[in-house]
């Protein structure tokens, strides 16, 4: 069983971080989640999703939406200014890191080595520590400080995954692009999965076209 950390910041995408949580907790990896406080305006504005109150309260909704029933289902959740989480030592042992949506002030603080909070520190832990570290920016257009901090973050051995879905696999509703940037995140995690179709050299459009006659 791997343990991995998700994280939601500020930015648009709220349903790329949401499906992920879901096929994530139902294999048997467990999961540590942080929410910024922007990331919570983006679940409530994106998913409707509304995390007020106690951690308890927190953990109950996103059950909730996740249709979490069992109650052994590996989750744990962590206010993002909980310096003091074990995810926030290199000595605590992570599979990866996955900050899904990220705001480029995210991308720009871990770039920069800023560790204000449990996201930006858990982040640079995983970069000190060697470990898998994905952040999936979700910005249009693209400046060049914004640019240049991703390539800084590449440059420090973490993977800029934007969430950039393709078209190949003919998508019908809005959950074929989210689970196909999803399965590319799940890809770079080392996690196995199906949840999205996958090139298979020219023949796919062919194969594509016999599946909706």
């Not at 109650?71 to 605590?92: K, Q, R, T």
Request: charged share 25%; hydrophobic share 45%; net charge negative.
């Amino acid at each position: 069983m791997a343990v991995f950390t998700i994280a939601i910041s500020g930015a648009s995408g709220a349903p790329y971080a949401v499906r992920l949580l879901e096929v994530l907790l139902d294999s048997p990896h467990e999961v540590k989640l942080v929410v910024s406080a922007a990331g919570e305006k983006i679940l409530s504005l994106e998913c409707g999703i509304e995390l007020r109150g106690s951690l308890n309260d927190r953990y109950d909704e996103i059950r909730r939406a996740l249709r979490i029933a069992k109650s052994e289902v590996p989750l744990e959740i962590f206010e993002n200014n909980d310096l003091a989480a074990p995810i926030s030592s290199g000595s605590f042992p992570i599979s990866g890191m996955v900050i899904v949506p990220c705001s480029m002030g995210t991308v720009g603080r871990i770039a920069n080595g800023i560790s204000t909070d449990l996201i930006s520190r858990s982040a640079d832990v995983c970069l000190k520590e060697r470990r898998k570290l994905i952040v999936c920016p979700r910005e249009t257009p693209l400046g060049v400080i914004h640019l240049e901090n991703m390539l800084r973050l590449t440059h420090a051995g973490a993977v800029v995954l934007p969430a950039m879905p393709g078209f190949y696999h003919r998508p019908k509703e809005i959950a074929d692009l989210v689970d196909m940037v999803v399965s590319r995140i799940l890809d770079h995690l080392g996690v196995e999965n199906s949840i999205s179709a996958r090139w298979k050299g020219e023949g796919m459009s062919k194969i594509l076209s016999v599946e909706e006659d």
